[in-house]
Nanobody, 124 residues
Framework: QVQLVESGGGLVQAGGSLRLSCAAS????????MGWFRQAPGKEREFVAS????????YYANSVKGRFTISRDYAKNTVLLQMNSLKAEDTAVYYC?????????????????WGKGTLVTVSS
């Protein structure tokens, strides 16, 4: 069992930065591919970024590539999402996710555990 709790969301102006954090509980944290998804109002939940169980591989959606960076801290059981050069279209609820899979291109059906989400609002 893995529980995920996100934090770090808020209101930021376009061009600004935010860092999201996902605290994971459970002894098997290091076994999971971890990811971030987001859901904008009126839209479906979409994949944002993922990081492998080893931390050696990362993958990003084209819409955030070069602006967002995902990382994980095994000592703190934490996954981070550094978001730079934010745009109005990045406004969404951001969800942390854990998946027992080797694939990096995560789909909703790959996810074993979800966090409850944290809201990011980017004003233009």
């Amino acid at each position: 069992q893995v529980q995920l709790v996100e934090s770090g969301g808020g209101l930021v102006q376009a061009g600004g930065s935010l860092r999201l954090s996902c605290a994971a509980s459970g002894r098997t944290f290091s076994s999971y591919t971890m990811g971030w998804f987001r859901q904008a109002p009126g839209k479906e939940r979409e994949f944002v970024a993922s990081i492998s169980w080893s931390g050696g591989n990362t993958y990003y959606a084209n819409s955030v590539k070069g602006r967002f960076t995902i990382s994980r801290d095994y000592a703190k059981n934490t996954v981070l999402l550094q978001m730079n050069s934010l745009k109005a279209e990045d406004t969404a609820v951001y969800y942390c996710a854990a998946a027992l899979t080797a694939t990096m291109i995560l789909a909703n059906y790959d996810i074993n555990y979800w966090g409850k989400g944290t809201l990011v609002t980017v004003s233009s």
